[in-house]
């Protein structure tokens, strides 16, 4: 028997109804906020992560899954969304007709991380992104979005971490400092950390080794570092946030595992997934177009862990079944053809129907319609046929009335009502 891969997983019905539930709310708030979708495709040019990301990061480094292609070049199953966002924006001149852009994309990402419970390696996101507003008012309109998202799914236990990890103006003297702190407490990093973290100190932030989190407690703040244009930034953040009666936590050590953030980062933490806490993470990535080869426009942006938001609501207060309104149980040949044509009928007119159309006695037809909960049975032998009348069954009350075959479809739908 050939088995799934390890990480992988298949999304099976039962399982689906909530996914799609998830969907249509973020969906909902998207196109009410004035988001459009946009499709991309899940290979690219290995590059175009390692230059976005960042070569230095635990994504670029181990988890990507690239390949050469037939002519050799080397192609990525995408890791994430931002950057092929990014590359279509800069490709298609998508802000030629308005400096202002929003686009939200759904769909699978690729990352070979080590497998467990909220961590897999192909995983979903729901991603949103901005393109075109320096304010840091559309950040904290991102945050108010997706804490909309979580509360219109019923999720209590979600807390939003904000941090801002300044621009390449002040950033270097926090890493000045953070590098100072780092040497004398190197004997207690992890391998690698203690590899990178010259290149790239703001990692060792990220590090979920428990003696990296231990060593690196004293660490220094970056919003202690910020240059007057980045504190006004993350304050007007905190402020708009407090307007909106969003709560959130200022988290030093929020630094995101990808390099093309500047000023604003947030997680959405929860504390039902064990160690996979983070439900959704973004923030602004302003210089990323630009690096990228396209114009200098800010841009901003959040993705949600699909799978791990699935995981988290409780799937019991969530009676997504669609249940069958009729369940057509018709008992021998002729009517069977019939069945057929009135569930066809019931369909177009948007009713939820189930037929039988298997050789199993009229009991047995009712044992599964109960264990679908369909609400109605249409029981249709070739005698009432004969007679031009079918019964039809309410399951919750039992009663039972015959309904002329003649107008049928109108019949029920006068019942359903
Ligand atoms: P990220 O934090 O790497 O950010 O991923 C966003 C979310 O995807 C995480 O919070 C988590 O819920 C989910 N996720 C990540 N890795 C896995 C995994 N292996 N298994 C299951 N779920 C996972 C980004 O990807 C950025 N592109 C977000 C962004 C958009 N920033 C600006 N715009």
């Known amino acids: 028997m050939i088995q799934l891969i390890r990480g992988f997983k298949d999304i099976l019905p039962g399982e689906t109804e909530l996914w799609q539930h998830i969907e249509k709310i973020a969906k909902e708030i998207f196109e009410t906020f004035g988001f459009q979708e ?17 070569a230095d990061t635990d994504i670029v480094e181990k988890e990507m899954y690239t390949f050469p292609d037939r002519k050799g070049d080397l192609l990525t199953m995408r890791p994430e969304a931002t950057a092929s966002v990014v590359r279509a924006y800069i490709q298609h001149k998508l802000y030629a007709n308005d400096s202002v852009r929003k686009f939200y994309t759904i769909g699978p990402m690729f990352r070979r991380e080590r497998p467990q419970k909220g961590r897999y390696r192909q995983f979903y996101q729901i991603n949103a992104e901005v393109f075109g507003i320096a304010s840091p008012l559309i950040d904290a309109q991102l945050i108010f979005m997706l804490s909309t998202i979580f509360s219109k799914l019923g999720v209590a236990d979600i807390a939003t971490h904000i941090n801002s990890l300044g621009c390449p103006v002040c950033r270097p003297d926090f890493k000045k400092a953070l590098l100072t702190l780092l040497a004398s407490i190197s004997d207690k990093l992890c391998s690698d950390c203690l590899r990178r973290h010259k290149k790239n100190p703001l990692r060792v932030l990220d590090c979920k080794v428990p003696s990296c989190k231990d060593a690196i407690s004293e660490a220094p703040a970056i919003i202690d570092y910020l240059c007057p244009e980045c504190k006004d930034h993350f304050n007007t953040i905190k402020a708009t946030l407090d307007t909106l009666a969003i709560p959130y936590l200022v988290d030093k050590n929020l630094v995101r595992g990808l390099d093309y953030y500047t000023r604003t ?26 690096a990228l080869g396209g114009p200098d426009h800010p841009a901003t942006g959040f993705a949600i862990g699909l799978d791990r938001l699935a995981e988290i609501i409780s799937a019991e207060s969530n009676d997504l079944s669609r249940k069958p309104e009729i369940f057509i149980a018709p008992l021998g040949n002729q009517s069977k053809t019939k069945a057929l044509e009135w569930a066809c009928l019931l369909g177009l007119e948007g009713i939820r129907t189930e ?20 609400t109605h049975v249409i029981i249709a032998g070739d005698n009432e046929l004969e007679q031009g009348s079918v019964i039809m069954r309410n399951m919750l009350t039992k009663e039972q009335v015959p309904i002329p075959v003649q107008g049928l479809v109108a019949n029920i739908k006068q019942i359903l009502k």
């Open 38 to 54: 946009i499709r991309l495709p899940v290979l690219e040019r290995s590059e175009l992560f390692a230059r976005s990301i960042g």
């Open 265 to 290: 980062t947030f997680e959405m933490q929860t504390g039902s997934l064990g160690a996979q806490s983070a439900v959704a993470g973004g923030g602004r990535y302003d210089g990323l177009v630009k």
């Open 355 to 374: 037929l039988n159309l298997t050789d199993r006695s009229l009991k047995s037809q009712m044992k599964r319609a109960n264990k679908l909960g369909a």
